[in-house]
C-alpha cells in the first residue's frame, strides 16, 4: 500500500536518521506541530496521540509515527490514500521508538566527529541551575555549537525530544536528566550516552518511590557509571565531596571532587569571591549577580567541569563565570524583595534554600524579625512526610526564624516541629488577606512549596 510502512528493528530507525540532522524534527503536541515536521502519536491511559493524526496531517506533517491498535489499519489506509506522500510509520510502541530513534541518532551524530562531547546532568536538586550554568560557561566558549535541554525536559519523552534537537552545527550537547522511579537514569543513559557529567547532590527528592536515600545514591550514580562505560573510564566528572553520599564515589582518572570543607579541589566562598586552585592554576571568581551562597558553589563546580573539559580554556571559563546571570527559570527566584519557588520542594532543596535566605540577610543586615516564611507542602515523601516535614519545621527554629506561615495538607506535620507559627491553612485560599498585610509590613518574604500548591498565584493578589 502507498505510503504505508512498517518499522520495528533498529536498523530502520538507523535508516530514518539520514545524512542531516537538520531533516529529522519529531514533533509529539499537535499544538505546537509545524508543516515539514515528523509527528509521534505517543500514548497513555488517558491519552491517544493518533486522534490528532488528522489534524496535523492536514498541517503539513512529512511522517506519522503511530502504536499498533486493534481496528486501526483500516483508518491508516483511509489516511494513506488521503495523504499519498506521508510517511506512516506503525510501531508496537511509539515511545520506545522515539528513544531507540534518539540514542541512534545520538550515537551517529557523536561518531562523525571525535571531539563533540555529551554531557549528563543529575541530582536531587539543582540539576536545572547547573545545566544553565554549564551551558552558559560553554556557549561562551563556543557560541553557537553547544545544545542543552530546554526547561525541564528531562525525563524519558524530554531527553529523546532534545536529542533531536542536535544538528551538524553542534559540538557539545548537554542533557539534564531526571528520575522519580527505580531505573530511569539508566534509561536515559542508555538513550542519551554520556561521556561526561555531573551530579549535583543527594537528598530525599522522590523518596517515596524510592523508599530510601540509599536507593536514591544508587540511582543517581547510574549517571556516573554510563559515563565511566561510555568513556572507557576517562570521562570527565565533577561532583560536590562535601556532600556525604557523593564523597563515596569510587575514584577514576576522570573524576574529579570539589567543595568547601572536602574534595581535592577545595572552594573558598567569601562574600562574592570564590578562589580555587584547579590544574595549578589559581582561579579567582567574583561574580556579583548571584546572591546565594550555594549558587555560588554551584557556580565553582560547573566552571571545574568547563575547565576538565577544555583546559586550554581555563582564563575564558573564569571570566565567563564572573559574567553569569541566572535566568528566570520560573523557578527559584528572587522578584524585588520576595524570594519565590513555588515549583520544587524536597527536604534538602527546603533546607538550603533556607540556609541560603539567612545567609542573604544577614548579608544585608537585616533582622529576621523583619521577614516572613511561607512554607507549603513537600511532595513524594510517602511514609517520611511527617518525619521530615517535622524536621524542616525544627530547622526554622533552628535558624531563629519566627514568622511563618504552614500551608497545604501537610501543615499539621510542620505544626509538629513548630509550635507557634503565625498561622496554618490548608488552603492557600485561606491565606489570602494575610498575604496582603505580610506584603506591606515585612522587608523580605520567603516563599517555597511543591508544585501542587502553585503559590506563585500569591503573586496576583494585591
Not at 539534564?176 to 530525599?204: R, V, Y
Request: charged fraction near 20%.
Amino acid at each position: 500500500m502507498q505510503g504505508l510502512h512498517f518499522f520495528s528493528k533498529v536498523p530502520s530507525i538507523k535508516s530514518m536518521i539520514g545524512p542531516h540532522h537538520v531533516d529529522l524534527i519529531i514533533n509529539t503536541d499537535s499544538r505546537t506541530f509545524k508543516p515539514g515536521e515528523t509527528f509521534v502519536a505517543l500514548h497513555g491511559e488517558n491519552f491517544d496521540g493518533f486522534n490528532y493524526a488528522e489534524q496535523v496531517l492536514k498541517s503539513g506533517a512529512k511522517a506519522v509515527v503511530y502504536t499498533t491498535k486493534t481496528g486501526r489499519d483500516e483508518v491508516v489506509k483511509k489516511l494513506a490514500a488521503d495523504y499519498p506522500h506521508v510517511l506512516f510509520i506503525e510501531t508496537t510502541d511509539s515511545l520506545t521508538f522515539i528513544q531507540q530513534l534518539a540514542s541512534a541518532y545520538i550515537q551517529d551524530w557523536r561518531q562523525k566527529k571525535p571531539s563533540r562531547k555529551i554531557i549528563g546532568i543529575t541530582g536531587s536538586n539543582g540539576k536545572t541551575t547547573h545545566k544553565e550554568m554549564i551551558s552558559y560557561l560553554l556557549t561562551s566558549l563556543f557560541p553557537g555549537k553547544v545544545l542543552a535541554t530546554k526547561g525541564n525536559l528531562n525525563n524519558h519523552i524530554g531527553v529523546p525530544l532534545t536529542i533531536f534537537k542536535i544538528t551538524d552545527e553542534h559540538d557539545i550537547a548537554i542533557i539534564e536528566m531526571g528520575m522519580n522511579h527505580p531505573g530511569e537514569i539508566g534509561e536515559l543513559c542508555a538513550i542519551a550516552h554520556p561521556e561526561h557529567g555531573m551530579i549535583t547532590n543527594i537528598g530525599s527528592a522522590h523518596i517515596e518511590f524510592m523508599h530510601s536515600i540509599d536507593n536514591i545514591f544508587k540511582e543517581k550514580t547510574s549517571l556516573y557509571r554510563s559515563v565511566l562505560s561510555n568513556a572507557g573510564g576517562e570521562g570527565m566528572f565533577v561532583v560536590n565531596a562535601d556532600d556525604v553520599f557523593l564523597a563515596k564515589l569510587e575514584p577514576s582518572k576522570g573524576l574529579t571532587t570539589y567543595g568547601e570543607k572536602n574534595g581535592e579541589v577545595r572552594v573558598n566562598i567569601e562574600g562574592h569571591k570564590m578562589t580555587f586552585n584547579f590544574a595549578g592554576k589559581e582561579a579567582l571568581i567574583t561574580n556579583n549577580n548571584i546572591l546565594e551562597h550555594h549558587n555560588l558553589k554551584n557556580l565553582a563546580g560547573t566552571a571545574i567541569l568547563a575547565m576538565k573539559l577544555f583546559p586550554d580554556r581555563f582564563y575564558d571559563v573564569v571570566k565567563s563565570a564572573s559574567e553569569y546571570e541566572q535566568p528566570n527559570m520560573n523557578r527559584s527566584q528572587w522578584i524585588d524583595n520576595l524570594f519565590l519557588d513555588a515549583y520544587n520542594a524536597n527536604p534538602s532543596s527546603m533546607r538550603t534554600s533556607l540556609d541560603s535566605f539567612v545567609n542573604v540577610m544577614k548579608k544585608k543586615n537585616i533582622n529576621l524579625d523583619e521577614c516572613y516564611f511561607v512554607l507549603g507542602d513537600m511532595n513524594e515523601l510517602g511514609v517520611f512526610a511527617e518525619e521530615l516535614h517535622k524536621e524542616i519545621a525544627q530547622h526554622l527554629q533552628i535558624l531563629g526564624i519566627k514568622n511563618v506561615s504552614f500551608i497545604g495538607r501537610y501543615k499539621d506535620f510542620y505544626l509538629s516541629g513548630f509550635n507557634n507559627p503565625k498561622s496554618a491553612h490548608l488552603k492557600k485560599e485561606e491565606f489570602h488577606d494575610e498575604w496582603k498585610a505580610i506584603r506591606k509590613n515585612y522587608k523580605y518574604v520567603f516563599v517555597k512549596a511543591s508544585r501542587s500548591l502553585q503559590l506563585e498565584t500569591l503573586l496576583s493578589i494585591v
